[in-house]
């Protein structure tokens, strides 16, 4: 395949035009990672932006009588309006001024489910990005499973100090399954742009023996001009997601695309251990599919 061809494929690939972005709005919501890659991306691939502000954790309640947890209510609900307001009116703001279209829309209730109305949102957009959760926020853990299992769109998750929108370098973590497949077609417009994209494969965790090889992967993205080399990489004490870490930080890679897994049918299971391990610690943005 020619220069000439990849360039021609790498243009035929749809790139994201409708881009979802969800951030806090307490803490340093319009500083969000997520906030400044949406626009970077949107303004590189001439995409709308969408914004979804979530509501501000919740004050604890302390042992009260009924009238006091009437206005206990009532100022939560008021701290809600005042936040989430004000970091939409300034996010919102931010997006505009980078020249770029912008709907925007906030929790409307501190009592909602968080993650509701933002995977209703998600299934309607080409791409979701939120910044990735800290091990401790339970919450914001919720509304990435939320939107992993329940909207049927992909997620770009940002660590709180590293990312780019353009990424150079990029590993797909391969298993040959369905949820890496998918994730590798979602992840084309990322792909066909990079310099280098390796598909790495760890070995001796599970039986890969009936999932497609790294050779298939190769041949399906060179068709879209995508030239992809393959490593394999041997599990040391059963951790592959440190494993995956470890590649990333050394080969100076820039994302990592990976399909999520959970380990039952219930959506009540626990999120599989080497996508939960990269959810908590990922040192590059996290594409991922399920």
Request: proline letters at 4%; glycine letters at 6%; hydrophobic letters at 45%.
């Amino acid at each position: 395949m020619t220069r000439g061809d990849v360039s021609r494929s790498a243009a035929c690939c749809e790139p994201f035009r409708s881009i979802l972005v969800g951030i806090a709005s307490d803490g340093e919501g319009t500083q969000s990672q997520a906030l400044a890659q949406a626009v970077a991306l949107a303004q590189a691939t001439d995409s709308a932006v969408s914004l979804y502000v979530f509501a501000p954790h919740l004050g604890a309640p302390l042992r009260m009588s009924a009238a006091t947890a009437s206005m206990w209510l009532a100022q939560e609900a008021e701290r809600l309006e005042k936040s989430t307001s004000s970091v939409t009116h300034k996010a919102s703001q931010a997006i505009s001024d980078a020249g770029l279209q912008v709907v925007a829309e906030h929790a409307g209730s501190p009592f909602d489910s968080r993650s509701g109305r933002f995977v209703q949102l998600a299934r309607l957009h080409d791409l979701a990005i939120l910044d990735a959760a800290d091990i401790s926020d339970a919450s914001q853990h919720t509304v990435i499973e939320d939107v992993l299992f329940d909207s049927g769109c992909p997620l770009l998750l940002f660590p709180r100090n590293a990312g780019t929108v353009k990424p150079e370098r990029v590993a797909i973590a391969w298993d040959g399954s369905a949820r890496s497949a998918r994730a590798v077609k979602d992840a084309l417009p990322f792909l066909v742009r990079a310099e280098t994209v390796v598909a790495v494969t760890v070995e001796g965790e599970k039986d890969l023996s009936r999932m497609a090889p790294g050779a298939d992967l190769a041949t399906f993205l060179a068709r879209h001009g995508v030239e992809c080399s393959l490593a394999t990489l041997a599990v040391e004490a059963g951790d592959v997601a440190g494993r995956l870490r470890f590649f990333v930080t050394l080969e100076g890679m820039e994302m990592i695309v990976m399909g999520a897994f959970v380990h039952s049918r219930f959506r009540q299971a626990i999120l599989g251990g080497v996508t939960q391990s990269l959810l908590e610690h990922s040192p590059v943005p996290l594409f991922l599919s399920h």
